[in-house]
Each structure stands twice: as C-alpha cells, then as structure tokens.
C-alpha cells in the first residue's frame, strides 16, 4: 500500500512545557493541498493495566478528573518513564504505586493511540493475572485515589452503562470481554 505521509513546510514550537508540549506545522498533503496551522501534542508513551487478582477481582481506581469535572473509574495508568528499562516495567511500576498489587503473570495486551491525528505518543496496555497485594499504596503528591476490586459482572455493567470515561482504558477492557465471550 501506498505511503500517504504528509511533507512538513515548516513546524514551530509553540509550548514546551511537560504536559504542554504543541508545534504548528505548515504541511503538504500527497494530492498537493496544504494545511497552513496543524497542531500536534507531543507526550510521552503511556500505559495501562487490566490487573486481576488470584480471587478473579478486576483492579481499579477511582479518581477525580478536572478535564471532566468528574470523579472516574479507572485502570492503574501512567506515564512511561525514560528510565523504566520497558513498558512492561512501567506497568509494574504504576500498579505497585497505586495500589500496593504485583506479582503475577504479565503480557503486553494492546497498543493503542489517544488520537493518532494529532498525538506523538502511544498507549501500552498490559494484562496482569494473578496479581497480589505485596506494598502499600505509594502515590505521587499529585495523586488523590481509591482502590476498587470489582468483579467482573461489575466491570461488565460499568462497560455497558458507559461508566469508564477514559477511552484508552475502556478500549482494552472491552477487548478483554470481547475475547473471553463475556457477554
């Protein structure tokens, strides 16, 4: 198939702050048109944890999110740090902070993108069986969250009454269901 990349004119930073970083960029598409103003966010890669435990519980937090103005369901995410040797310790390490779980059996489940028309960055989903408590919550001084063992009929109505907000984190829990034939 062929390449449709965009040719870059020009770019420009226009904020470079760490949870603001934007350039404007001239851009020519492949049939010759031109987008004068493109914006594109850059951020670093994230990841998410489908964590269940030995007893079959789903993992979760909730947390207050100001975008929204609400108070979430959400998996154990964050931000994939430069020195985190991979993604899946990157996992390992936001799970253990947010709720004291690790252990058990890890495999990278989704890659996925925020919004892949204007975001740099990508979202590494992890699936984590068999996890155990084994700290206690060590959180950031930014972090404000509870933590919640659902089941998985739980999980399933938090799904389908649209009650996980946060699209890269209902995007792997629906391919969970989906794969599992739980509905």
């Given at each position: 198939?062929e390449?449709?990349?965009?040719?870059?004119?020009?770019?420009?930073?226009?904020?470079?702050?760490?949870?603001?970083?934007v350039?404007?960029e001239?851009?020519?598409l492949?049939?010759?048109?031109?987008i004068?103003?493109?914006?594109v966010l850059?951020?670093p890669?994230?990841v998410?944890?489908i964590?269940?435990?030995?007893?079959?519980k789903?993992?979760?937090?909730?947390?207050?999110?100001h975008?929204?103005?609400?108070?979430c369901?959400?998996?154990?995410a964050?931000v994939?740090?430069?020195?985190?040797?991979?993604?899946?310790v990157?996992?390992?390490r936001?799970?253990?902070?947010e709720?004291?779980?690790?252990?058990?059996?890890?495999?990278?489940?989704?890659?996925?993108?925020?919004?892949?028309?204007t975001h740099?960055?990508?979202?590494?989903?992890f699936l984590?069986t068999?996890?155990?408590?084994?700290?206690?919550?060590n959180?950031?001084?930014?972090?404000?969250?509870?933590?919640?063992?659902?089941?998985?009929?739980?999980v399933?109505?938090?799904?389908?009454?649209?009650?996980i907000?946060?699209?890269l984190?209902?995007?792997p829990?629906?391919?969970?269901?989906?794969e599992?034939?739980?509905?």
């Amino acid at each position: 198939m062929e390449d449709r990349k965009w040719k870059v004119l020009h770019s420009e930073y226009l904020s470079r702050e760490p949870w603001f970083t934007v350039r404007k960029e001239r851009v020519e598409l492949p049939n010759g048109n031109e987008i004068p103003n493109y914006y594109v966010l850059e951020y670093p890669d994230w990841v998410n944890v489908i964590a269940i435990t030995k007893e079959k519980k789903f993992i979760f937090v909730r947390q207050y999110r100001h975008g929204l103005g609400k108070t979430c369901f959400e998996l154990c995410a964050g931000v994939s740090e430069k020195e985190d040797p991979s993604y899946m310790v990157s996992a390992q390490r936001e799970l253990l902070e947010e709720t004291g779980y690790g252990n058990g059996n890890w495999e990278e489940y989704a890659v996925i993108s925020a919004n892949p028309s204007t975001h740099t960055n990508l979202t590494h989903c992890f699936l984590a069986t068999d996890v155990e408590p084994v700290a206690k919550q060590n959180l950031e001084s930014t972090e404000d969250l509870t933590i919640h063992l659902l089941s998985i009929d739980e999980v399933k109505a938090l799904l389908q009454n649209d009650e996980i907000k946060q699209a890269l984190h209902a995007t792997p829990l629906w391919k969970y269901v989906a794969e599992n034939h739980l509905m």
